[in-house]
Each structure stands twice: as structure tokens, then as C-alpha cells.
């Protein structure tokens, strides 16, 4: 009768804007709100966030959050839980992308500008494992390194399959990626949103779905 009630615990990586605060007895900080391409989602905070948390925090900062989160299989919810907190402006493409100034787009790198560029990366637990988590902190460094915090999203997906393969992520023009690790993700982004520096560094197993 136990194995009818199990939580399955795996790491994610979140990006939002941040909404408000959750706070206990009037004082004690629980967790916050964030507005997420997938609606409204709360995030308790690990203790040693909840101390050191500067309150002052003003609402439509865009962050990223990278946590555990557990799910109940008998009651279908789903728990996060944020052990790390960054800035972070990826997820524009609803809000102020439509109010984007046009002459900004001049000074684009990318080859290709397209509205709303995303970002697929797989957050299943065995991706995470082999260097999902890092992997979302170098695109949304490398992300705002080139000023496309308002051109490029990050978003976690469910299982995406070749799990051996991990971590997998697939980039806006539908180009697929296996086991590709944090250092090539500015070599990544050269070659699909225009090179910084001619560097050449090869990635692993690359796939595009567009190719017929």
C-alpha cells in the first residue's frame, strides 16, 4: 500500500517575474510568487534564503530560481523548493516584447531577430544530474552577457527522451543538443545568435530537427 503514495524528487529551473512575498505570523518569510510562462507558481524559500533575502525586492524583477521539487503521486501536487535565487530578465516575450523599441533591434547580433526566442532545456531528474542545473546558469549568464535578455527565453520542459544522452536542450530554430555542458554554452550561442569571438569549440551530437 505504500508504493501508492510516493514523492518523486528532482531539481528544476524556473524564470518569472517576481510577484510578492509569502510571509507567516506577520513576519516570518515563507516563500514568494512568481508569474511564470505557465502561470502563477509559489516557491518556498530554503532556510538559508529566507535569512539573508533583501525584502525590499521591488515586484516585476525578472529571477531565476533553481530548486528541488518534489511531487505527490497520490495527490498530484507539486512542491518547489528555491535553494538558489538570480537576477535574471529572460522571460519578456509576452509583456514587453510587444512594446520592444524597433530601433533596438539595429543593434542585434543575431542573425535571425526573431520575437520571442525560447530556449528548450529538459529538467527531468537525470538531466539535472549530469549538469542540467549549470547548464541553465550559463545560458541565462550568457544571455544577458549579449543584451538578449529581452529577445531570449529559458524554459523547462518535461522528458524530452535520450536521457543517457543528458543534458538535452533544443534552441529556437528547433536545433536539437545532447550532452552538452555548461563551458559550451558560449560557443552555442555564437553559432546560433551571432559569434562574439571566432572561436571554435565542438559540441557533441548535434541534431537538427529543421533538416529534411
Known amino acids: 500500500m505504500g508504493k501508492s503514495h510516493r514523492k518523486e524528487t528532482s531539481e528544476f529551473c524556473l524564470q518569472g517575474r517576481f510577484l510578492d512575498f509569502v510571509i507567516k505570523d506577520g513576519y ?17 524559500l530554503a532556510k538559508h534564503l529566507r535569512h539573508s533575502f533583501d ?62 526566442n525560447t530556449i528548450l532545456v529538459c529538467q527531468k531528474s537525470s538531466c539535472m544530474k549530469r549538469g542540467g542545473k549549470k547548464l541553465c546558469q550559463a545560458l ?27 543534458p538535452n536542450l533544443i534552441m529556437p530554430d528547433k536545433t536539437r543538443y545532447t550532452k552538452i555542458q555548461a563551458q559550451q554554452v558560449s560557443t552555442l550561442m555564437d553559432k546560433h545568435f551571432g559569434p562574439k569571438e571566432q572561436v571554435e569549440i565542438a559540441i557533441p551530437e548535434v541534431v537538427d530537427v529543421n533538416r529534411k
Do not use: F
Not at 93 to 110: G, M, N, R
Not at 148 to 155: A, H, R, S
Open 28 to 44: 516570518k518569510l515563507k516563500g514568494l510568487l512568481l508569474a511564470t510562462s505557465e502561470g502563477e507558481r509559489y516557491i518556498k
Open 55 to 116: 525584502l525590499r525586492l521591488p515586484p516585476g524583477t525578472w529571477l531565476q530560481v533553481v530548486g528541488e521539487k518534489k511531487y505527490d503521486n497520490k495527490s498530484g501536487e507539486v512542491k518547489l523548493k528555491a535553494e538558489r535565487v538570480m537576477a535574471a530578465r529572460q522571460e519578456v516575450e509576452i509583456t514587453q516584447e510587444a512594446l520592444a523599441i524597433p530601433s533596438k533591434k539595429k543593434q542585434e547580433k543575431s542573425p535571425k531577430p526573431v520575437k520571442g
Open 140 to 166: 541565462a549568464a550568457s544571455i544577458s552577457e549579449r543584451g538578449l535578455e529581452d529577445q531570449v527565453t529559458i524554459k523547462g520542459t518535461g522528458c524530452m527522451k535520450k536521457c543517457k544522452a543528458g
